[in-house]
């Protein structure tokens, strides 16, 4: 009713003109109030959609809440310095304060007693409310990329990567309230870091923190789902005048459940076995031991033979291979130089037809600049001043050509470098494949790796995928007869039976 709504707004005001008579619980009753009404305001600003940045969502769910809890502070600190000013205990006070009708006890407690309980269940609510829209603020992927500078590079790849719709969430923090407190007390660390500027540039990985990969990457994946062989076709532009095409195409044997033990790419993960390993150092690059532990409790055993014994058990991690372990760039993925290249020219994002464009590309790219900003630019400038300069006529009837190629080659500076982060190329290798020699698979798979008996572990090409060919003018070369009057004859040969006893049926 309209009396009981009056008299409850009377009983407010009562009670904060008695806890407002020290300046301290005036503060904190203003505090209080105007953090409560902006973020109220600002809270329906972001649901009409006109505010959505990251910056105005710390302000919402994490400034104005320190303020308004600061201002509640304030106000009991204020009562307690009116107490000691006064020279009154509690109750004197209260009797001073307070009309006697207010104080008095009642069946349901005094009106004191009333407004307290109220106020506090309202407190309640509303921090319960902040805190649930704070957490979903902070699940959003443009949270996780934008509220801080130093995670540019990571939100830019995140964003060209095949899970730029998965939320960050999902793989960096897992399900359950454990990993949630897990991860907030973690981010917690990771700003006073780069409040201090105590962080690494670039920041160091792996993460270490990561959930296990059979908790967050088979939510989707999973070994029984994968299946027989997979073409891929890369396409290497030479770096002569024409940029000549040449292809490599490989059938990558993706494993299944019902492929045979020891078979295909994921039989590293898969259920009836794992892959045990203790790595030099963090970066789980360089190995000391490797063990396959089989079902029915056999064990096989792979040492380095050229490892040190130098170094102290506390140099070496002990881990359990999962997707990880190879899949180690599945979203921030940060590219070679020439294979971007190469694949814009695939994709004619940069026109062919210009005369050693692959040539131009590497050594635009190759340049190092000190900002960002001043790369991007540098690089449009550098690819149009050599043809400029070199094939003016050409500059002129292929201006548009030169300019599109020089805006595919800035954006692969754009998508891959970050001079603030100290990230250049290379600063994040990929351990899928064997691009480096000093990581993906031949960490493991190489002459020195041998059990007792002096073996080492399989390192054959054909291990893992059949090669249709290999920096040839065709994408199936080794697939026709081969010729017996070329070089390659043999390896030809090889190649094909190979492919054809890997693929029965075909």
Same mark, same amino acid.
């Given at each position: 009713?309209?009396?009981? @709504?009056?008299?409850?707004?009377?009983?407010?005001?009562?009670? +904060?003109?008695?806890?407002?008579?020290?300046? /301290?619980?005036?503060?904190?009753?203003?505090?209080?109030?105007?953090?409560?009404?902006?973020? +109220?305001?600002?809270?329906?600003? @972001?649901?009409?959609? +006109? /505010?959505?940045?990251? $910056?105005?969502? /710390?302000?919402? $769910?994490?400034?104005?809440?320190?303020?308004?809890?600061?201002?509640?502070? /304030? +106000?009991?600190?204020?009562?307690?310095?009116?107490?000691?000013?006064?020279?009154?205990?509690?109750?004197?006070?209260?009797?001073?304060?307070?009309d006697p009708d207010f104080i008095k006890a009642k069946s349901l407690g005094s009106n004191l007693t009333m407004t307290i309980t109220v106020l506090t269940f309202i407190n309640i609510i509303f921090f319960g409310t902040i805190s649930a829209r704070m957490l979903h603020f902070m699940d959003k992927p443009v949270f996780c990329g934008t509220a801080c500078h130093v995670m540019e590079p990571e939100w830019t790849t995140y964003q060209a990567s095949p899970h730029a719709h998965v939320a960050c969430v999902s793989c960096h923090v897992g399900e359950g309230v454990g990993a949630l407190i897990d991860s907030k007390i973690n981010g917690l660390y990771q700003v006073l870091s780069v409040s201090l500027n105590l962080y690494e540039k670039p920041i160091p990985t792996p993460v270490h923190q990561l959930r296990p990969a059979r908790e967050t990457c088979e939510k989707c994946h999973w070994p029984e789902k994968f299946y027989g062989m997979r073409l891929k076709t890369i396409t290497h532009f030479q770096n002569d005048s024409i940029n000549s095409p040449k292809y490599t195409t490989l059938a990558l044997k993706v494993g299944a459940a019902e492929s045979k033990p020891g078979s295909g790419i994921h039989w590293h993960i898969s259920r009836g076995h794992e892959v045990i390993y203790k790595s030099l150092g963090d970066k789980r690059e360089s190995m000391a031991w490797a063990e396959v532990h089989y079902a029915n409790g056999e064990i096989r055993r792979f040492e380095n033979i050229n490892f040190s014994d130098e170094a102290t058990d506390d140099d070496f991690e002990i881990r359990t291979m999962d997707c990880v372990d190879c899949h180690n760039r599945a979203t921030h993925i940060y590219e070679k130089m020439e294979n971007a290249i190469d694949l814009r020219m695939a994709q004619e994002l940069i026109p062919n037809q210009l005369p050693y464009i692959k040539n131009v590309a590497m050594a635009s790219l190759s340049n190092g600049y000190p900002d960002k900003a001043q790369g991007i630019e540098a690089v449009k400038k550098y690819v149009n001043s050599v043809y400029r300069r070199d094939y003016p006529q050409l500059a002129i009837a292929h201006a548009a050509d030169i300019d599109k190629a020089a805006e595919a080659i800035s954006s692969i500076y754009q998508r891959n470098i970050f001079p603030a982060m100290e990230i250049g190329w290379d600063a994040y290798k990929s351990h899928i494949g064997h691009q480096y020699d000093d990581a993906g698979c031949f960490r493991c798979h190489n002459e020195d790796m041998q059990d007792g008996e002096g073996n080492p572990i399989n390192y054959d090409c054909t291990l893992c995928h059949s090669i249709l060919a290999w920096d040839e003018d065709a994408p199936f070369a080794y697939v026709n007869e081969p010729d017996s009057a070329k070089a390659n004859f043999a390896m030809h040969s090889y190649l094909k039976a190979e492919f054809i006893k890997s693929t029965p049926g075909i």
């Open positions: 009713s309209l009396s009981s @709504r009056a008299d409850m707004i009377t009983k407010f005001k009562i009670f +904060i003109q008695a806890v407002s008579r020290h300046w /301290l619980g005036k503060s904190g009753v203003v505090i209080t109030n105007a953090a409560f009404f902006t973020l +109220i305001f600002l809270e329906l600003l @972001r649901i009409l959609g +006109i /505010l959505s940045n990251s $910056y105005s969502g /710390l302000v919402t $769910y994490m400034t104005l809440p320190a303020f308004f809890v600061f201002g509640l502070l /304030l +106000i009991p600190l204020g009562w307690w310095r009116l107490k000691k000013d006064s020279g009154l205990d509690n109750a004197e006070l209260m009797k001073r304060e307070f």
